[in-house]
């Protein structure tokens, strides 16, 4: 999807930075009464000096930390910020001087910012989002025709109070896509979904992503989300992108290391072998984790199988959600 | 710029207030409650005083609360002040700023329906009581499209008063006491709970001139005594007001929305 001859850049960060200044004030109430009389201002660097770009089609998730700036860089996409520094380009327009005119090609769904009337039919929102985004009457039918059928909508006529939370997130995202967005902007869709309500969704963003090209852009905490959608991921911490490439690229980049669980029959003994560090230990049991390129992990087997009783290995590699939480951290 | 947008923001609004029929029909109730008390307490009045205070009869002031009443609870009916300094705290209101359409006259619109149907539903619930309570109002029927514009003026002004105190979130954490202030001097300067021609002479001066009485004084009493110099007085004084609470409002949403900066990364 994102190779060939028909790249076409629609989102694009030269160098973005944005600052925030915020009021610091010290504890107490002496701390309180000074922040008054003179209010002490810190500097506080929420994106710094990023850059990236995505091309028409992709689905790329955008990973950080709380904190890490990735709100701050989303509102600056959709023009809801101005940025202290650098350049964003989205569809060729700049967001913050034409956020009006981006808006009709932007869908926007903040997984906790719901935007659908709580008390009353989705149908009703959806109506009234049709005249926002002044869609004509007969485009509009066969559009929600369309999202209806697809997202499996059966309940237009149920006040959004009384729907579950994956039937109110599936009609969010409908009410995002009304106006044919050709990017969608994804915060956290799946939270608080259970199992089948995220399958259902991750396979609902797969659909319109294939069917009508819209390029995704998907914040979430979900490492699973991530894993199933996007091909391409950019991990931001502390407003820098730390990681920016494929799935794929991110296993082999970080894999450093194995992890080897191992059973045994009896007690062991004390276990050493180079590379390898035991990072739980159990009365009958060890997890262990070797260090790629120190030891290899036929001769640990080897080792294990000549020194121990083992009654089971099981190999393993860190799981995404591991890599990602050590990139967090700053490895 | 298209206008169906708004109205369909008021009509979504309109159907989101009557999910909740009884909200509304109990504060009707509840304001009709109000009107007889008041009935019993100038009913004493009336009987020790003569028949007419300033040139009310107790049918005309029990009418006049009918509707002060209804006007000043249909301008302060939503939860605007509420909505946008919660949306203004939580960073919120940057989320709409990216919408295709006008932050200001979006909220004008929302409030501007519900605000009709509860003066109107209030109206309804009062009017039946004073009408049981002391009988039909004469009322000169070429008064009514006059009073009708009187209080739809009154709504705006009301509209733009709450939005102006809820705007005032980006500089002030805690605006309901604002909101709360400003709701007392309706109450009191703004003659819904007295007449203002019952007021001493230099406070019924001063508050002739505040914006207040416009949106409950004005259009009650043009109900129980028409007058057309004093409609012209007071629509003038409501649009200079309206004009007024306009360029501040709206200039306060533009400076304030220049320092969004939300919370959270």
């Known amino acids: 999807m994102n190779e060939g001859p028909s790249m076409e850049t629609i989102i694009e960060a030269k160098c973005l930075t944005k600052k925030f200044r915020t009021k610091h004030k010290a504890a107490g109430l002496l701390g309180s009464m000074k922040s008054v009389i003179r209010p002490e201002m810190k500097e506080h660097i929420a994106v710094d000096n990023i850059s990236f770009s995505v091309q028409r089609g992709e689905v790329v998730g955008f990973l950080g930390p709380n904190g890490a700036g990735k709100s701050t860089t989303i509102k600056m996409l959709i023009g809801i910020l101005f940025p202290d520094g650098g350049e964003v380009s989205v569809l060729g327009m700049k967001p913050w001087k034409r956020r009006q005119q981006l808006a009709f090609k932007l869908g926007a769904v903040f997984g906790q910012k719901p935007q659908l009337w709580y008390h009353l039919p989705a149908i009703d929102t959806f109506n009234l989002m049709s005249k926002i985004y002044e869609i004509?009457?007969?485009?509009?039918?066969?559009?929600?025709?369309?999202?209806?059928?697809?997202?499996?909508?059966?309940?237009?006529?149920?006040?959004?109070?009384?729907?579950?939370?994956?039937?109110?997130?599936?009609?969010?995202?409908?009410?995002?896509?009304?106006?044919?967005?050709?990017?969608?902007?994804?915060?956290?869709?799946?939270?608080?979904?259970?199992?089948?309500?995220?399958?259902?969704?991750?396979?609902?963003?797969k659909r319109l992503n294939k069917d009508e090209k819209v390029t995704v852009f998907l914040t979430s905490h979900d490492m699973d989300d991530v894993e199933k959608l996007c091909k391409r991921i950019m991990v931001i911490n502390d407003g820098k992108i730390v990681f920016n490439g494929t799935i794929d690229s991110l296993r082999n980049?970080?894999?450093?290391?194995?992890?080897?669980?191992?059973?045994?029959?009896?007690?062991?003994?004390?276990?050493?072998?180079?590379?390898?560090?035991?990072?739980?230990?159990?009365?009958?049991?060890?997890?262990?984790?070797?260090?790629?390129?120190?030891?290899?992990?036929?001769?640990?087997?080897?080792?294990?199988?000549?020194?121990?009783?083992?009654?089971?290995?099981?190999?393993?590699?860190?799981?995404?959600?591991?890599?990602?939480?050590?990139i967090y951290r700053g490895r | 710029m298209s206008l169906a947008k708004y109205y369909e923001i008021t009509k979504v609004e309109v159907l989101n207030t009557l999910a909740y029929p009884y909200n509304l029909f109990g504060r009707g109730l509840f304001i009709a409650l109000i009107i007889f008390i008041f009935f019993n307490l100038w009913s004493v009045i009336y009987r020790e005083g003569g028949s007419g205070i300033l040139g009310f009869s107790l049918v005309t002031l029990i009418w006049y609360l009918a509707m002060s009443e209804s006007a000043a609870n249909g301008s302060m009916s939503t939860d605007l002040v509420r909505k946008i300094s919660e949306g203004i705290q939580t960073g919120d209101i940057a989320y709409t700023l990216n919408r295709p359409y006008n932050f200001m006259i979006y909220q004008f619109a929302y409030s501007m329906g519900t605000n009709t149907l509860v003066t109107v539903v209030v109206f309804a619930f009062t009017g039946i009581a004073s009408y049981l309570l002391v009988g039909p109002l004469q009322i000169n029927m070429i008064a009514v499209p006059f009073v009708i514009i009187s209080i739809v003026l009154a709504l705006v002004l009301g509209f733009l008063m709450n939005f102006a105190i809820g705007i005032l979130a980006f500089w002030f954490e805690e605006v309901r006491s604002v909101r709360w202030i400003n709701e007392k001097f309706i109450f009191v300067l703004g003659g819904m709970l007295v007449p203002i021609n019952l007021f001493p002479g230099v406070l019924r001066q001063i508050a002739l001139l505040l914006p207040f009485s416009y949106m409950s004084y004005a259009p009650a009493y043009l109900m129980v005594n028409f007058s057309l110099p004093f409609f012209i007085q007071s629509v003038l004084m409501q649009l200079m007001w309206i004009?007024?609470?306009?360029?501040?409002?709206?200039?306060?949403?533009?400076?304030?929305?220049?320092?969004?900066?939300?919370?959270?990364?």
């Open chain 1, 136 to 205: 004509e009457p007969s485009r509009y039918r066969r559009r929600l025709d369309y999202l209806v059928d697809l997202f499996d909508i059966d309940y237009l006529d149920v006040p959004v109070r009384r729907l579950s939370l994956g039937q109110r997130m599936r009609a969010e995202v409908v009410a995002s896509l009304l106006h044919e967005p050709e990017i969608l902007l994804l915060d956290e869709p799946t939270i608080g979904l259970d199992i089948i309500a995220k399958q259902k969704m991750r396979d609902l963003i």
């Open chain 1, 253 to 326: 980049g970080y894999l450093l290391s194995k992890e080897i669980d191992v059973k045994f029959s009896s007690a062991p003994k004390r276990f050493s072998f180079p590379g390898a560090k035991v990072t739980k230990r159990g009365s009958y049991s060890l997890s262990i984790q070797l260090q790629q390129g120190k030891g290899k992990i036929s001769e640990l087997i080897d080792y294990l199988t000549d020194n121990f009783e083992v009654l089971d290995v099981n190999i393993s590699d860190p799981s995404v959600e591991d890599i990602v939480a050590k």
């Open chain 2, 243 to 265: 004009a007024v609470y306009a360029v501040v409002a709206y200039g306060m949403y533009r400076k304030g929305i220049k320092r969004v900066s939300t919370n959270g990364g």
